[in-house]
């Protein structure tokens, strides 16, 4: 008996790739798998034929509940597409502009370069910078079917860096306001006294946290064990890393030179007042 008995999963783009890998690991553990192809029509088919033969249950979800309207099928698959640009394009925006921000107010390594902007005023090499960073930790994800066990392992990789450095970025500020106590001026909305509890609770969950998406995921992901297998390498931990390593530039070099957020307008009279 698996964990997803009598459980029914679609997977998109799971003829291939981290989406194939996604879809075996699924039906191992008994869900009824759907697969969702775009183009590739023969891919699709063989990671079916490779979960059937392994005992499980799955089918395309194309050539199966769509095989006689494909301009519902072509119409679903743009919506999807459409959406996942829209998803990406969020995401770089926001990254971006949270790195030209850092960067303008000399927070962050390359600020000079960073907090540039071109003649449209959009910070491009913030973006370039955010776009390389997200491709360089996507790259182990070619040999995801590499793995042995197969699994998606670099699709639980991405997913525990982008947790992982988030979540540190959010307890950063609730760790300051515990220090500063009764000193920090609190705004009109505010935990009051219960902050102390509360704040205590959310550091305790984030380091939880960061040490459980930090594990191995199985004895193949454990470098000092025989089963050993580097695709199946968990490198969330690479996010710690890149924490130490900005720690001490900041401790070495940035301290001495932020000062603050850089004023980009000036107050006038009446909002000065």
């Known amino acids: ?9 679609l997977v998109t783009g799971g003829g291939r790739g981290i989406g194939r890998s996604i879809c075996e690991l699924l039906a191992a553990e008994g869900a009824t798998v759907a697969v969702n192809y775009r183009r ?3 891919a699709a088919a063989e990671t079916v034929e490779a979960i059937n033969a392994s005992g499980g249950a799955s089918n395309t979800i194309i050539t ?13 698959l743009i919506i999807v597409t459409v959406g996942q640009l829209f998803c990406g394009a969020a ?22 370069l960073f907090r540039r902007l071109n003649r449209d005023k959009v910070p491009l090499y913030a973006v370039i910078a955010v776009s390389v960073a ?9 040999w995801s079917t590499d793995a042995a066990p197969t699994f998606p392992w670099a699709f639980f990789a991405i997913t525990g860096i982008c947790t992982v450095g988030l979540y540190i970025a959010y307890t950063i500020p609730i760790y300051l306001r515990l220090r500063q106590g009764d000193a920090f001026e609190a705004g009109p909305w505010n935990l009051g ?10 550091i305790v969950w984030v380091a939880i946290t960061t040490v459980v998406l930090c594990l191995p995921f199985g004895p ?13 390498f968990n490198y969330t931990p690479a996010v710690l890393v890149l924490f130490v390593l900005v720690a001490i530039w900041w401790a070495v070099s940035a301290k001495d030179r932020y000062t603050g957020p ?12």
Request: aromatic content about 10%.
């Open 40 to 42: 590739d029509a023969d």
């Open 1 to 9: 008996m698996g964990r997803l008995d009598d459980r029914v999963a």
């Open 64 to 76: 199966t509940a769509l095989a006689g309207d494909m301009w519902a099928a072509k119409l679903i």
């Open 220 to 232: 193949a992901s454990v470098p000092w064990f025989d089963e050993f297998d580097a695709p199946a």
């Open 262 to 273: 850089v004023r980009t307008l000036e107050e006038d009279e009446v909002t000065a007042d």
């Open 134 to 142: 997200a491709l360089i930790i996507s790259i182990p994800a070619l």
């Open 193 to 202: 006294q219960r902050y102390r509890w509360i704040n205590r609770i959310a």
């Open 91 to 112: 995401g770089l925006t926001s990254a971006s502009r949270t790195w030209y921000a850092f960067s303008r107010d000399r927070a962050m390594p390359g600020w000079t």
